[in-house]
């Protein structure tokens, strides 16, 4: 949301958008809404066209008064006029991606119901985004007129009811409920018959309207959602101003083509206008270029965007999904207006207690911490084999981050949304797909990220290996076994710290011979207790019997048993380190 630049006009401009299953009549509603549509209202796809079915972002808009509440709202600049643009985002199943994409450049969301269906899986789905991405949420009930007259109201109550029912959890509890019919008889009905409920529907969202801050500073970030040439003129690219403001004669880069072009001309809703800031939906004439070549993507301040190979994120797992996040799984990963597949690595603060030896094998409780504790390179972290979700409530889930290795580069600001999904997963399937969400925190701009910026990440897994001592050599040095195998690179083990189950400590001094045994310094000395158990069980060894025949048949002694050797180390990416 935000105003026109064009100081005759005065209009502030708020995005609704206008989600939903597919077949709830969402093009209908919008239809009958709008005044004025843009170059990708009401779905360019021919296949859509035929089948009746949203398979892209449209965009329309109508204009009113401007509400009561809104007058004088606006500071210095007064409006005149109110302004809404309708993103209306597919239902179909298969491009849930597009609706992500689109839902993250709206300020309010319309969720339609089919009054005789109730929610189906993609409407909740389509809520879950909108809990993601927008503040207010308005719910249209709509088909009203396929309800028998004498039955309308009570089932128009009975599904308010449930659907109160279903959002009381979510942020947008108690949100308006309103009845309609956009199109009465249906898409193949002629146009004479009037809708129904509209005129109510756009005094509720008036009603709705709000003015956030919007700030026309700072770098320009639009994101573009439809691109064509006009002979003679130039190419025209369409969307949404997401931050900053853009004017005609400035130069911005669109990354995804490596290239900058001058501004000619900016038009709202075909109205010449000098420029457009945040939260308008603009189109912007620059200096040709094959549309073909960008038919969804962002546009900036040259400089300001990078294209990443990797990405840390915080991370948040969304309650409806029911599937585990294992480590090393692929996701789809939507960032802006891009959804690429990454696979995923979790990660979350040092357990509590690692700066104590533990034997035991019992799983360490993940260190508490504040949610706005915020990711650094200067602290180490805990490699998870999945995302831990506490017992209890969701908020009581510990602090988790992310890294995300692309599949293929995406261009995308900081601090932006980003959200995992199984978009693989059977359509038909009455499940969640959105797997977890968070915020883009630190980008890895080198292709050879392993090797010039995973080192940086101090990511470690705690590991505990157990041997035996097998014989002494002094008083300060044993020789271990069993703690390595042959083809060990022993040199990775060096100088790190082991415990016997005695009680001493020692280092790790390298390898002796060729069969994985290895040499410790105890550098405080052996206990005589130690030396005289150790003495013992190397003379019972000795004594007769050849290999593989023991000459003593008979259980060892409890005080012939064999001394173990307890190391404990963290596995980096890079490196180990003994704890």
């Known amino acids: 949301?935000?105003?026109?630049?064009?100081?005759?006009?005065?209009?502030?401009?708020?995005?609704?958008?206008?989600?939903?299953?597919?077949?709830?009549?969402?093009?209908?509603?919008?239809?009958?809404?709008?005044?004025?549509?843009?170059?990708?209202?009401?779905?360019k796809n021919p296949q859509s066209r035929e089948r009746?079915?949203?398979?892209?972002?449209?965009?329309?808009?109508?204009?009113?008064?401007?509400?009561?509440?809104?007058?004088?709202?606006?500071?210095?600049?007064?409006?005149?006029?109110?302004?809404?643009?309708?993103?209306?985002?597919?239902?179909?199943?298969?491009?849930?991606r597009?609706?992500?994409?689109?839902?993250?450049?709206?300020?309010?969301?319309?969720?339609?119901?089919?009054?005789?269906?109730?929610?189906?899986?993609?409407?909740?789905?389509?809520?879950?985004?909108?809990?993601?991405?927008?503040?207010?949420?308005?719910?249209?009930?709509?088909?009203?007129?396929?309800?028998?007259?004498?039955?309308?109201?009570?089932?128009?109550?009975?599904?308010?009811k449930r659907l109160h029912k279903t959002l009381e959890t979510t942020r947008f509890k108690e949100c308006p409920v309103i009845a309609v019919a956009a199109k009465p008889g249906g898409p193949e009905a002629p146009d004479t018959e009037e809708p129904q409920g509209v005129p109510e529907l756009i005094e509720l969202l008036k009603k709705q309207t709000y003015l956030p801050q919007r700030d026309p500073g700072g770098d320009l970030l639009m994101a573009v959602d439809h691109c064509f040439s006009i002979r003679g003129q130039g190419t025209v690219m369409t969307g949404t101003v997401l931050q900053g403001s853009l004017a005609i004669n400035d130069t911005v880069e669109i990354p995804a083509l490596k290239v900058t072009k001058k501004i000619k001309s900016v038009q709202m809703f075909r109205k010449p206008v000098s420029g457009a800031m945040q939260g308008d939906r603009v189109g912007v004439c620059v200096t040709q270029f094959d549309p073909k070549l960008l038919e969804r993507g962002l546009v900036c301040t040259p400089g300001s965007l990078h294209t990443?190979?990797?990405?840390?994120?915080?991370v948040r797992k969304i309650g409806y999904f029911k599937g585990s996040l294992a480590t090393?799984?692929?996701?789809?990963?939507?960032?802006?207006?891009?959804?690429?597949?990454?696979?995923?690595?979790?990660?979350?603060?040092?357990?509590?207690?690692?700066?104590?030896?533990?034997?035991?094998?019992?799983?360490l409780p993940l260190q508490p911490c504040s949610l706005d504790t915020p990711f650094t390179f200067d602290r180490e972290y805990f490699y998870q084999d999945e995302y831990v979700t506490s017992q209890g409530e969701a908020r009581s889930n510990p602090k988790q981050w992310a890294l995300l290795e692309f599949e293929r580069p995406v261009t995308c600001p900081l601090l932006c949304l980003v959200i995992g999904s199984k978009l693989d997963t059977d359509i038909h399937a009455n499940a969640c797909r959105?797997?977890?969400?968070?915020?883009?925190?630190?980008?890895?701009?080198?292709?050879?990220?392993?090797?010039?910026?995973?080192?940086?990440?101090?990511?470690?897994?705690?590991?505990?290996?157990?041997?035996?001592?097998?014989?002494?050599?002094?008083?300060?040095?044993?020789?271990?076994?069993?703690?390595?195998?042959?083809?060990?690179?022993?040199?990775?083990?060096?100088?790190?710290?082991?415990?016997?189950?005695?009680?001493?400590?020692?280092?790790?001094?390298?390898?002796?011979?060729?069969?994985?045994?290895?040499?410790i310094r105890v550098q405080e000395g052996l206990h005589p207790e130690t030396k005289q158990l150790l003495n013992s069980t190397s003379k019972k060894k000795g004594k007769g019997g050849s290999k593989g025949c023991p000459a003593n048949e008979e259980e060892p002694k409890a005080d012939s048993e064999p001394v173990s050797i307890h190391l404990r180390f963290k596995r980096s990416f890079l490196y180990l380190t003994s704890t």
């Open 52 to 96: 009746g079915i949203t398979l892209d972002l449209g965009f329309s808009s109508f204009a009113v008064d401007l509400p009561d509440h809104l007058q004088g709202s606006g500071g210095p600049q007064q409006y005149d006029s109110l302004q809404f643009t309708l993103v209306d985002c597919p239902g179909h199943a298969s491009l849930i």
């Open 328 to 363: 090393r799984a692929k996701f789809h990963i939507t960032v802006g207006h891009e959804t690429v597949m990454a696979r995923v690595t979790f990660f979350g603060l040092p357990p509590v207690g690692t700066s104590e030896p533990r034997f035991d094998t019992e799983p």
């Open 308 to 314: 990443l190979y990797a990405a840390v994120i915080s």
């Open 98 to 160: 597009t609706i992500i994409g689109g839902a993250q450049i709206i300020d309010l969301m319309m969720l339609v119901v089919d009054v005789v269906k109730g929610v189906q899986t993609q409407t909740a789905e389509c809520l879950l985004i909108g809990e993601l991405t927008c503040p207010r949420m308005v719910v249209v009930l709509n088909k009203i007129d396929l309800l028998p007259s004498n039955k309308r109201q009570s089932a128009i109550e009975k599904m308010t």
């Open 434 to 519: 959105l797997a977890f969400q968070g915020r883009l925190l630190q980008g890895f701009e080198d292709k050879s990220y392993a090797e010039t910026a995973l080192p940086r990440l101090r990511i470690y897994k705690s590991k505990q290996k157990e041997g035996q001592v097998e014989r002494v050599t002094d008083d300060y040095t044993v020789i271990g076994r069993n703690l390595f195998k042959k083809e060990t690179n022993l040199q990775l083990f060096v100088g790190l710290k082991v415990t016997l189950s005695t009680g001493e400590s020692g280092v790790i001094e390298g390898g002796f011979g060729q069969s994985g045994k290895f040499k």
């Open 1 to 43: 949301m935000s105003e026109s630049t064009d100081s005759r006009t005065k209009t502030l401009n708020f995005n609704v958008g206008v989600l939903g299953h597919v077949d709830s009549g969402k093009t209908s509603l919008a239809r009958a809404l709008s005044s004025t549509a843009s170059t990708a209202a009401f779905d």
